[in-house]
T-cell receptor, first 112, second 112 residues
Framework: KQEVTQIPAALSVPEGENLVLNCSFTDSAIYNLQWFRQDPGKGLTSLLLIQSSQREQTSGRLNASLDKSSGRSTLYIAASQPGDSATYLCAVPDMGRRALTFGSGTRLQVQP | DVKVTQSSRYLVKRTGEKVFLECVQDMDHENMFWYRQDPGLGLRLIYFSYDVKMKEKGDIPEGYSVSREKKERFSLILESASTNQTSMYLC???????????FGAGTRLSVL
C-alpha cells in the first residue's frame, strides 16, 4: 500500500527566505504527483502537477521536482511571503482507484 | 475555471440524525470523490465514483453511503450520525488520464 511522508511537519521562516518542502512515497509506480495548498479551515488548491515523465514543474515562485526512482519530490518556494503561510500537501495517485494518497502535510508560517 | 461546490461550509447535527452532504461540479468530470480530514490522520478516502450510478468504497466507508444520480452531483450520506464522524469533509472531482483533482471548500461537520 502506498505511503506518503512529508518532512518537516511544521516550518517557520522569516519573510524573503527560500525554502524546500519534502515529500517521499514508497511505491515509485506513479504516473504523476500533485502539490496542494490548504488555508486554515478551507479546501485544497492545486498548485502543481508533475507527470512521471517530467523532472520539474514551475509556477511563479514555486518549483516542484520529482525523482521517481528514489521516491521523492520537493517543493521549492522562492522569496517566501507572509501570504505563503498555509499547509502544503503532496499526493500521488492510487493506481487502481483514481483517488489520491496524501501526505500529512507541512504547515508553513512565514514571519513578516 | 473548474468549480466544485459543497452545499454547506458548517453543519451541526445530533447523534442519530441522517445527514446529507452535497457536492456539485460544473465541468462534466466523470470522477468524483469524498474524503474526510482529521488532525493527525490526514485525508482519507471514503467513497468514489467514476460514472453515474457507479460507486466504489474507499478506505473508510463504514457508516457512510453515497449517491450519484446525475454526473454533476455526488452526495455523501451519514445514515445515523455518530460523534466519531465529526470531521472536515472534502469533495473532489477529476477527469482523464492526468486525473488532476479539484476540491471543494469543505464542510466542517460537528455531531453532538
Amino acid at each position: 500500500k502506498q505511503e506518503v511522508t512529508q518532512i518537516p511537519a511544521a516550518l517557520s521562516v522569516p519573510e524573503g527566505e527560500n525554502l524546500v518542502l519534502n515529500c517521499s512515497f514508497t511505491d515509485s509506480a506513479i504516473y504523476n504527483l500533485q502539490w496542494f495548498r490548504q488555508d486554515p479551515g478551507k479546501g485544497l488548491t492545486s498548485l502543481l502537477l508533475i507527470q512521471s515523465s517530467q523532472r520539474e514543474q514551475t509556477s511563479g515562485r514555486l518549483n516542484a521536482s520529482l525523482d521517481k526512482s528514489s521516491g521523492r519530490s520537493t517543493l521549492y518556494i522562492a522569496a517566501s511571503q507572509p501570504g505563503d503561510s498555509a499547509t502544503y500537501l503532496c499526493a500521488v495517485p492510487d493506481m487502481g482507484r483514481r483517488a489520491l494518497t496524501f501526505g500529512s502535510g507541512t504547515r508553513l508560517q512565514v514571519q513578516p | 475555471d473548474v468549480k466544485v461546490t459543497q452545499s454547506s461550509r458548517y453543519l451541526v447535527k445530533r447523534t442519530g440524525e441522517k445527514v446529507f452532504l452535497e457536492c456539485v461540479q460544473d465541468m462534466d468530470h466523470e470522477n468524483m470523490f469524498w474524503y474526510r480530514q482529521d488532525p493527525g490522520l490526514g485525508l482519507r478516502l471514503i467513497y468514489f465514483s467514476y460514472d453515474v450510478k457507479m460507486k466504489e468504497k474507499g478506505d473508510i466507508p463504514e457508516g457512510y453511503s453515497v449517491s450519484r444520480e446525475k454526473k454533476e452531483r455526488f452526495s455523501l450520506i451519514l445514515e445515523s450520525a455518530s460523534t466519531n464522524q465529526t470531521s472536515m469533509y472534502l469533495c473532489a472531482s477529476s477527469f482523464g488520464q492526468r486525473n488532476i483533482q479539484y476540491f471543494g471548500a469543505g464542510t466542517r461537520l460537528s455531531v453532538l
